[in-house]
């Protein structure tokens, strides 16, 4: 089955300044990659996703990158906020598949004022 | 309803009690899953309902744990004989699995507390 890693499980910033969090995933055949935040005490949101037809996708200041060939993509997140910090987990699903989506073990991101 | 809907919100159960969490898709969902979140840690995968497939119990941790989904919506998710490691949040979440989209909402979850 799929198997993701996330790193680093924990960062801290000074806000403002830019976080970068990377996944990889070992099944090449996985096409379907969401990023989702968690704050305290509530279950995680889907912040952003990107799929497998594209390189780079950008939200305002959070964007996804992606890299098939090696097998890694990553979230930026720029002009971080004091509310930017929460979990942030990475994931990939084969659509068209079995669909599961296999999850990273998260990132707690500290945004310091 | 709105989201995916999880009850009860919180659940102290007794060490050696039986404990039925239940959760409420969102209408038309046709994959539910069930992760287990320990303070502090990732999200760990339980078990998977797809459509009418046989489900991925791949992820449940002992024969105490066991899942249902009834007619396709509601699922309820099941442990005998409580252990104080079984303490923790059980999320749930569903996705409209259609083409490519596969974005998945959770619910609140359901924090288990075993003592």
């Known amino acids: 089955g799929e198997n993701v890693e996330q790193h680093p499980s924990t960062l801290s910033v000074q806000e403002g300044d830019s976080a970068v969090i990377k996944c990889t995933y070992s099944?090449?055949?996985?096409?379907?990659f969401p990023w989702y935040k968690q704050e305290l005490g509530k279950g995680p949101q889907l912040i952003i996703d990107?799929?497998?037809?594209?390189g780079e996708k950008k939200d305002q200041r959070i964007a996804v990158t992606l890299n098939k060939t090696a097998k890694h993509f990553s979230l930026h997140i720029t002009e971080t906020q004091p509310e930017d910090s929460a979990v942030y987990f990475c994931?990939?699903?084969?659509?068209?598949?079995?669909?599961?989506?296999?999850f990273g073990a998260g990132t707690t991101v500290t945004v310091r004022a | 309803g709105a989201g995916v809907s999880q009850s009860p919100s919180n659940k102290v159960t007794e060490k050696g009690k039986d404990v039925e969490l239940r959760c409420d898709p969102i209408?038309?969902?046709?994959?539910l899953y069930w992760y287990r979140q320990s303070l502090g840690q990732g999200l760990e995968f339980l078990i998977y309902?797809?459509?009418?497939?046989?489900?991925?119990k791949s992820g449940l941790p002992s024969d105490r744990f066991s899942a249902e989904r009834t007619g396709g919506s509601v699922s309820t998710l099941t442990i005998q004989r409580t252990q104080q490691e079984d303490s923790a949040v059980y999320l749930c979440?569903?996705?409209?699995?259609?083409?490519?989209?596969?974005?998945?909402?959770f619910g609140q979850g359901t924090r288990l507390t075993v003592v």
């Open positions: 979440a569903s996705s409209l699995v259609v083409g490519v989209d596969t974005e998945a909402f």
């Open positions: 099944d090449s055949a996985s096409n379907y």
């Open positions: 990107i799929r497998s037809n594209v």
């Open positions: 994931a990939a699903s084969i659509a068209l598949g079995d669909y599961k989506l296999s």
């Open positions: 209408s038309g969902h046709t994959a």
């Open positions: 309902f797809q459509g009418n497939s046989a489900p991925d």
